[in-house]
């Protein structure tokens, strides 16, 4: 008979193969839809801002709302989640920010470019720490950050697909009367309505309704997941008073300044250094993140088999805070690609085991809103960073300040997650 304790390790050569492979390419795909519908308006602002009238400091403000909304809904969100269950209320979240996403298309100045991005973000809102809270249900500890860093490989690879895709599309500017970024809007939109169905169709709830498993696969499953001990109290309050939980929220507020500070700025940052065609700076805008697709999922393999998180978070965020501050100080495109590429690679090479230290501590409700809380305080980043840098840009006509302070914030990051250690006393 298999033992609790030995039930995970039996999981790995098999069964989490088995999962990975059925659970993790459709949530991918979704990732990557979900990811490009919020990032895609840094492409639309190299025709948008001129024609709506919007300054630096408008645009990078309506950028960042999309984290304000987030930031509103996301734990309810996450909360719903478990009670109505994955499968329909990721599908109801799906169309409710395709159909947003497409309304993109309808602003018309700054007022309703802010209202939009705004709702975006609520519906997008329960999506990813839903996902995340989904995989803590199927995965045991000791698979998790190398599963999330598999998922979240969706982020950097949207930049890849996304950039060229939505370069082109402003190609498609005055056709039938519609600028390039309302085409882009609008095309883009479309997918997150029609992955909706698939959702209901395909996806399971929880383990013990998987009918795709054998009675075997699934007790030993349930076994290991139900053999975990939690380190914290298994209540959503307890979530909420736990200093380690609102550290790691620091944390991923520094990492997201940085991740959505430079994708929604990053075509401007481009054309301010050439003058290069939309599409080539959608060419130009992909290659950060095809270096951080690779390093992401070594990263959080390397952290699954050393059983280290923190140092694994805290390097990367060193490295890419440096690069930043170099390519703060180009004035020459290749340069400044490279160093955003070492930053961005750094960003999302600290996801993976950045996110298996809170599955590792939370459980039951305590898990989807802890999870959920530092999602919704970390995403505040998301409309620092873009806003920052916009602002500063608008006051001294330069990227430079902004990138220097966005820099500071992941370097405060690797700093915050070490002194988690000393607070915990040990590794997670």
Same mark, same amino acid.
């Given at each position: 008979?298999?033992?609790?304790?030995?039930?995970?390790?039996?999981?790995?050569?098999?069964?989490?193969?088995?999962?990975?492979?059925?659970?993790?390419?459709?949530? +991918?795909?979704?990732?990557?839809?979900?990811?490009?519908?919020?990032?895609?308006?840094?492409? %639309?602002?190299?025709?948008?801002?001129?024609?709506? /009238?919007?300054?630096?400091? %408008?645009?990078?403000?309506?950028?960042?709302?999309? +984290?304000?909304?987030?930031? +509103?809904?996301?734990?309810?969100?996450?909360?719903?989640?478990?009670?109505?269950? %994955?499968?329909?209320?990721?599908?109801?979240?799906?169309?409710?920010?395709?159909?947003?996403?497409?309304?993109?298309?309808?602003?018309?100045?700054? &007022?309703?470019?802010?209202?939009?991005?705004?709702?975006?973000?609520?519906?997008?809102?329960?999506?990813?720490?839903?996902? =995340?809270?989904?995989?803590?249900?199927?995965?045991?500890?000791?698979?998790?950050?190398?599963?999330?860093?598999?998922?979240?490989?969706?982020? $950097?690879?949207?930049?890849?697909?996304?950039?060229?895709?939505?370069? %082109?599309?402003?190609?498609?500017?005055?056709?039938?009367? @519609?600028?390039?970024?309302?085409?882009?809007?609008?095309?883009?939109?479309?997918?997150?309505?029609? @992955?909706?169905?698939? *959702?209901?169709?395909?996806?399971?709830?929880?383990?013990?309704?998987?009918?795709?498993?054998?009675?075997?696969?699934?007790?030993? @499953?349930?076994?290991?997941? /139900?053999?975990?001990?939690?380190?914290?109290?298994?209540?959503?309050?307890?979530?909420?008073?736990?200093?380690?939980?609102?550290?790691?929220? #620091?944390? !991923? #507020?520094?990492?997201?300044?940085?991740?959505?500070?430079?994708?929604?700025?990053? $075509?401007?940052?481009?054309?301010?250094?050439?003058?290069?065609?939309?599409? &080539? =700076?959608?060419?130009?805008?992909?290659?950060?993140?095809?270096?951080?697709?690779?390093?992401?999922?070594?990263?959080?393999?390397?952290?699954?088999?050393?059983?280290?998180?923190?140092?694994?978070?805290?390097?990367?965020?060193?490295?890419?805070?440096?690069?930043?501050?170099?390519?703060?100080?180009?004035?020459? @495109?290749?340069?400044?690609?490279?160093?955003?590429? *070492?930053?961005?690679?750094? *960003? #999302?090479?600290?996801?993976?085991?950045?996110?298996?230290?809170?599955?590792?501590?939370?459980?039951?409700?305590?898990?989807?809103?802890?999870?959920?809380? =530092?999602?919704? =305080?970390?995403?505040?980043?998301? #409309?620092?960073? $873009? !806003?920052?840098?916009?602002?500063?840009?608008?006051?001294? /006509?330069?990227?430079?300040?902004?990138?220097?302070?966005?820099?500071?914030?992941?370097?405060?990051?690797?700093?915050?997650?070490?002194?988690?250690?000393?607070?915990?006393?040990?590794?997670?």
């Amino acid at each position: 008979m298999t033992t609790p304790a030995t039930s995970a390790a039996s999981l790995e050569p098999s069964l989490i193969r088995k999962l990975t492979w059925r659970l993790v390419p459709f949530l +991918f795909l979704l990732y990557i839809v979900a990811y490009l519908d919020r990032i895609n308006v840094g492409f %639309a602002a190299l025709q948008m801002q001129q024609q709506l /009238g919007l300054t630096d400091a %408008a645009y990078g403000l309506g950028a960042g709302l999309f +984290f304000a909304g987030y930031f +509103f809904f996301q734990v309810p969100s996450n909360l719903a989640l478990e009670r109505i269950g %994955a499968r329909r209320w990721l599908a109801l979240l799906m169309v409710t920010w395709g159909v947003i996403s497409s309304s993109m298309a309808l602003a018309t100045g700054a &007022r309703s470019f802010y209202a939009l991005r705004f709702l975006l973000g609520a519906a997008e809102a329960g999506f990813f720490p839903g996902v =995340i809270f989904y995989l803590k249900n199927w995965f045991p500890a000791e698979a998790r950050a190398r599963t999330v860093a598999r998922f979240m490989t969706a982020a $950097p690879l949207s930049g890849v697909v996304g950039g060229p895709i939505s370069g %082109a599309l402003l190609g498609l500017h005055l056709r039938a009367g @519609l600028a390039g970024w309302q085409w882009m809007f609008l095309l883009e939109g479309i997918p997150a309505i029609l @992955l909706s169905g698939g *959702v209901v169709v395909y996806l399971t709830d929880a383990p013990a309704q998987a009918t795709w498993l054998s009675d075997g696969e699934r007790e030993s @499953l349930l076994a290991a997941l /139900g053999s975990e001990t939690p380190n914290e109290a298994a209540t959503t309050l307890s979530a909420l008073r736990s200093t380690r939980i609102w550290m790691l929220a #620091f944390v !991923y #507020f520094g990492l997201n300044t940085v991740s959505y500070g430079i994708s929604l700025w990053l $075509p401007n940052l481009i054309k301010s250094l050439a003058r290069v065609s939309p599409l &080539r =700076i959608g060419v130009l805008s992909s290659i950060p993140y095809i270096a951080a697709a690779i390093a992401m999922v070594v990263v959080g393999l390397h952290s699954d088999c050393s059983g280290e998180r923190r140092w694994h978070t805290a390097i990367p965020a060193f490295s890419g805070a440096c690069a930043l501050a170099v390519a703060a100080y180009s004035g020459s @495109l290749a340069l400044t690609i490279v160093t955003v590429s *070492v930053a961005v690679l750094g *960003v #999302f090479s600290m996801m993976g085991p950045f996110w298996a230290m809170p599955t590792g501590i939370l459980q039951g409700g305590a898990a989807a809103a802890g999870i959920a809380l =530092i999602n919704s =305080i970390g995403n505040l980043g998301g #409309f620092v960073g $873009p !806003y920052v840098i916009g602002l500063v840009r608008t006051s001294s /006509g330069e990227f430079r300040g902004g990138l220097l302070l966005v820099s500071a914030a992941l370097f405060a990051s690797g700093l915050v997650v070490l002194l988690v250690t000393s607070h915990n006393g040990g590794r997670e």
